[in-house]
């Protein structure tokens, strides 16, 4: 959530970026196959819930989204900043609290008709409506009057539109799009490139009825008609959903039809691909992974690289024994992370230490979390003569979301922290939803693995999953040195005030422990050698063509 | 008729009726509307256990692993969905939206209605049931009458072996095993020449499509094999009843024992299993329809308990209990054409 006061500085700061996501390009030299085989068939794993933009939330509902609309910017494909989508240019006021967008004139609907700022403040009045509750609301309460969200009466009509009314959103303009914020913060721009923040026609949203719009339904073809490359052309219900070019967009792509499964098993996955019915794959299921490598055609169409997505472990800091620091340090220290990438993952993932994933600015490798086992022993001599006693460690319980690739990492754990420290913890598999209400509600010892995906790389985006009464960790911890340190990150004009003040957080982080820092995901696909013109990012979520659009692809001959 | 006991052979009162032997029309005809009518308290209980079953469920629809939704939002959607109100509110704003056919909006996707969500997915899951079943019935008697008659030869072992191995294989091993032998492991060996499709849409109510093939043997693997051992058991039994070596004293062709006396007695026991056969085969199952991308009910089902979509899996457990009730009435009402020693009585 970020919902932390921020008055960084306006001028931005040279990017760092990690080449992490070089090298992985699929080439654009081949020879175009014709236009009747330009199908590209990808996997999202499960039918989008709904088509409304605004109310997308998951991965495989964004994958569809991004396609369908354009957001005012977009992420640059080396993550440094982001670049014009639907906005040409923007200007931010001295004061930092005033965005100006503007528009590009042959910015267009599906259908034709002009997309204007209007369509721009009906779409972001529409994701703080709490009759719609858009789940990614919190994102946007930066914007002027946001912050009243929570005590706006969704059953009172005059208090809702007086609400949406107040909100620092307005067109003065047909092309320009004016956004106030409550407090100057740079990495607003990143959130003007969320898939969620792009337009939406209003006469659609009319035709449909506020709360029937976006269903997915066959109808859905002439009822949605978005701003982005591609326009739906079929909707199969739980089957596919099918994508064509929009002819009024401002380019045309080489794709002639983009279809998106809803494929949930990966080896099922796995088949469809090596039978040529699947282009892109999610993953490769893991006991498939070494065939995959040895494979002389499979190897070749591998795709693996970095993704900004960080595991760890939690511990609840609110229950003993786990309150005492040196203990969760040393469960931290007693854990080889590279024995686990290698043997249970069959060697997909990066160990990790650290909060930030490499790949993003903030990210610093550390040992302070690092496995070694006698310094773990120490650490935990340490915690006993502060008064842990034998009866609770072996009280000790992992708590886990019952799966089978789960069910490994969870007797993994439990044999490392038998082996180093001599702790006996007790696994135990819950069903997820029960798991994750055991989390929120702080009714466990240790569980994992939790974990975030970035929504865009700025460290303010993670730092503030553990400020105190974060709704997003799940440790109950609560450290005044780290919220200062993070309100002082988040707020800083300067970048590397800002660097510093994060720095010294993700250390003091580490050495409390409220988490133990896992692994690092690594995306590990197939992907057809004909399809061309692709350009991964660590941002991608399931599949390369979200920050690295569709647009680029094409499938050779 | 059938050589045991039952009332005598007469006509009743309504000609009309006359094709139902022992002249019961109107009692049948009572029955049958008596037992519809007790549908009703039935799908009322049914309603009644499952609301508040789910509600008890530990977590809710908006509970997640990971990134959480803010307060604000979770208390506008249980406001959007009308989970803010107490439970027996809820409940009686569902009863009565379902005496109006209104089965609400499911929780996960926005604005599709449960109804909608049910009639979409059913006829798939109805064509691959209805079809296994027809393929089935003459497969799954037809193993096990064979392997009777000739108990104890390789025919009956051979029957036996296959019906075992069939039951004993869970049916994701089965579904995988023909994927990587049929699909992918075709495409090998004949160069991508001929080869099932893993995937592709099944059209509703055509039986007749490759797409079919492999969901099929995977779903009707294990029923067959049950059947096959019921019908083998029940025969067995049959055969050495004295009626049946009346029949062969008397001189009876093999083939008029055995369609005539034997089976029309060792199938009663088999009729009575092929009735929830026949309700498990349609209300679709969770791993078939997942292995073989099949947008049915089963999976729908299976996702709405694990998605805590409130509306959607009362929608789906209401549609379960009218098949098994209507299936289980069709049933009773065979038993009077098969077996007449069967009277229908409240």
Redesign the interface.
């Known amino acids: ?1 970020h919902l932390g006061v921020s008055i960084r500085a306006l001028a931005l700061a040279t990017v760092f970026v990690v080449a992490a996501c070089g090298g992985n390009q699929g080439g654009t030299g081949a020879n175009p196959a014709s236009p009747d085989k330009q199908i590209l068939r990808v996997n999202v794993d499960t039918e989008p ?2 088509l ?1 933009i605004v ?1 997308q939330q998951w991965v495989y509902e964004a994958d569809v989204g991004r396609n369908i609309y354009e957001a005012l910017t977009r992420p640059k494909s080396d993550l440094s900043d982001v670049e014009p989508a639907a906005a040409k240019s923007w200007s931010v006021s001295s004061d930092g609290l005033t965005w100006t967008f503007k528009l590009r004139t042959d910015e267009k609907f599906s259908d034709g008709t002009a997309v204007t700022a209007s369509d721009f403040v009906f779409a972001y009045k529409r994701i703080f409506d ?6 990614y ?2 994102y946007f309460e930066i914007i002027a009057g946001g912050s009243q ?2 005590s706006v009466d ?2 009172n009509a005059t208090a809702v539109k007086a609400f949406l009314d107040g909100l620092g959103l307005s067109a003065p303009d047909a092309q320009t799009f004016q956004i106030k914020l409550s407090n100057p913060a740079p990495w607003f721009k990143w959130v003007t490139s969320l898939w969620l923040a792009s337009p939406i026609k209003k006469a659609d949203v009319d035709a ?1 009825g506020s ?7 066959a109808d859905a073809v002439s009822k949605i008609h978005g701003n982005g490359a591609f326009v739906i052309s079929e909707v ?5 959903i099918t994508l064509v070019p929009s002819k009024n967009y401002r380019t045309q792509p080489k794709l002639q039809k983009v279809i998106f ?5 990966g ?2 996955e796995y ?2 691909f ?4 699947l282009d892109i794959t999610r993953g490769v299921p893991s006991p498939d992974v070494p065939t995959v490598l040895a494979d002389p055609k499979l190897s070749k169409e591998v795709l693996r690289g970095p993704t900004l997505l960080n595991w760890w472990i939690d511990y609840n800091t609110t229950r003993a024994p786990l309150n005492n620091a040196d203990l969760r340090l040393a469960l931290s220290k007693s854990i080889d992370r590279d024995s686990y990438i290698k043997n249970v993952r069959k060697g997909i993932g990066i160990p990790a230490t650290y909060f930030i994933p490499n790949g993003e600015r903030g990210y610093a490798q550390s040992d302070i979390q690092k496995y070694d086992c006698s310094a773990a022993k120490q650490l935990l001599a340490k915690a006993k003569a502060a008064g842990v006693t034998d009866a609770q460690l072996n009280g000790l319980h992992y708590e886990y ?1 019952a799966s089978s690739a789960r069910k490994s990492t969870a007797e993994f754990l439990q044999q490392q922290w038998q082996q180093c420290l001599g702790v006996n913890v007790t696994v135990d598999a819950v ?7 055991h ?2 509600t702080l009714d466990y010892w240790i569980g994992g693995v ?4 970035a929504d865009y790389p700025d460290p303010q985006d993670w730092f503030d999953i553990f400020l105190t009464g974060s ?2 960790q799940f440790s109950g911890w609560t450290n005044k040195d780290y919220d200062g340190l993070v309100n002082k990150g988040d707020n800083s004009p300067n970048q590397a005030d800002r660097d510093k003040a994060y720095g010294d957080a993700q250390k003091l982080l580490e050495t409390q422990a409220p988490v133990m820092f896992f692994y690092q995901e690594q995306k590990f696909l197939l992907i057809n050698s004909k399809v061309k013109g692709w350009n991964y990012s660590a941002l991608d979520d399931d599949w390369i063509g979200d920050v690295g659009t569709a647009l680029t692809m094409y499938i050779s001959t | 008729m059938a050589v045991t006991a039952g009332a005598p052979r007469r006509r009743g009162a309504l000609p009309f009726l006359s094709f139902i032997p022992q002249g019961r029309g109107t009692t049948l005809g009572i029955y049958i509307i008596k037992r519809l009518l007790w549908m009703i308290p039935v799908l009322f209980f049914v309603i009644v256990i499952t609301f508040f079953l789910m509600h008890q ?4 629809p908006w ?11 979770i ?3 249980n ?2 969905y009308g989970l803010d109100k107490p439970e027996w509110q809820q409940f009686l704003t569902y009863i009565s939206g379902v005496i109006r056919f209104d089965f609400g ?1 499911s929780l ?5 209605h449960v109804s ?2 049910l009639l ?2 059913w006829p798939y899951t109805f064509t691959l049931g209805a079809l296994t079943f027809i393929l089935l019935v003459p497969i799954g008697i037809g193993l096990g009458v064979i392997a009777a008659l000739r108990q104890n030869s390789l025919v009956d072992y051979t029957a036996l072996g296959l019906a075992t191995a069939a039951a004993s294989t869970p049916n994701f091993v089965v579904g ?1 095993f023909l ?2 032998l049929l ?2 492991g075709l ?1 090998r060996v004949t160069g ?1 020449t001929f ?1 099932l ?3 592709g ?1 099944p059209q509703p109510f055509n039986p007749f499509q490759p797409e079919l093939i492999m969901p099929v043997i995977t779903l009707g693997a294990l029923p067959t094999a049950y059947i096959a051992r019921l019908t083998r058991s029940s025969t067995l039994d049959t055969l050495r009843q004295d009626f049946v070596r009346t029949a062969w004293a008397k001189g009876l062709r093999a083939r008029l024992v055995v369609m005539r006396h034997v089976l029309k007695n060792s199938l009663i026991p088999v009729v009575t299993a092929l009735g929830p056969t026949f309700a498990f085969l349609i209300t679709g199952s969770f791993i078939v329809e ?4 099949i ?1 049915g009910i089963g ?2 089902f299976v996702n709405s308990i ?1 998605g ?1 979509d409130y509306p959607l899996i009362l929608g789906t457990t209401i549609l379960y209990a009218v098949l098994i009730a209507v299936i289980n009435l069709i049933v009773d009402v065979l038993y009077v054409f098969i077996d007449p020693r069967v009277r229908l009585t409240d």
């Not at chain 1, 499964?261 to 098993?265: G, K, N, P, V």
Request: hydrophobic residues 30%.
């Open positions: 959530m819930g709904t409304d109310q709490p009759t719609v509750a858009a789940t609301e919190s969200y929570s969704p059953k449909a709360a029937n719009y976006g269903a997915v339904t199969v219900p739980k089957d596919h499964y809803y494929i949930t098993d080896n099922v088949a469809k090596q039978n040529g019915e979301s069903e997820s939803k029960t798991h994750s209400r989390f929120r939790s974990g975030w995906n709704g997003n | 469920a530990p977590g809710g509970d997640r692993e990971g990134r959480q939704l803010s307060p604000a939002v208390q506008n959607l406001i959007k909006d996960r996707s926005p604005g599709q909608d969500l979409e997915s995988i994927i990587i699909a992918v495409n991508g080869y499709a893993t995937g849409m997942t292995l073989f991308s947008p999976r729908t694990a805590r």
